[in-house]
């Protein structure tokens, strides 16, 4: 079993920047990929970045392209994801997950936290 705490989020004006930041409890995720969501109110949850543990490749969603920076920290087995530019579309409920670089489906999730951005 893999837990996730996520930390960070909450009210930000637009134009501004926050991290959430995703820690995960197993000892190694090489061969796995992590990867943040969000989920805005009467929307279905969208993928927003993602980054192989192995080799650091970085994928993102072009809404968040330029603006969004996936990254990873080994030793402390956390995962972040720095926003930059906000913009109030970018309100959400965000969550990271983790999935096997083999599957299509995220295993194991964090608990969500609430990114709201105000114009």
């Known amino acids: 079993q893999v837990q996730l705490v996520q930390s960070g989020g909450g009210l930000f004006q637009a134009g501004g920047s926050l991290r959430l930041s995703c820690s995960a409890s197993?000892?190694?995720?090489?061969?796995?990929?992590m990867g943040w969501f969000r989920q805005a109110p009467g929307k279905e949850r969208e993928f927003v970045a993602g980054?192989?543990?192995?080799?650091?490749?970085?994928s993102y969603a072009d809404s968040v392209k330029g603006r969004f920076t996936i990254s990873k920290d080994n030793a402390k087995n956390t995962v972040y994801l720095q926003m930059n530019s906000l913009k109030p579309e970018d309100t959400a409920v965000y969550s990271c997950?983790?999935?096997?670089?083999?599957?299509?489906?995220?295993?194991?999730w964090g608990q969500g936290t609430q990114v709201t951005v105000s114009s």
């Open positions: 980054i192989r543990w192995s080799g650091g490749t970085t």
């Open positions: 197993k000892g190694t995720f090489t061969g796995y990929t």
């Open positions: 997950a983790v999935r096997r670089d083999s599957a299509y489906v995220w295993q194991y």
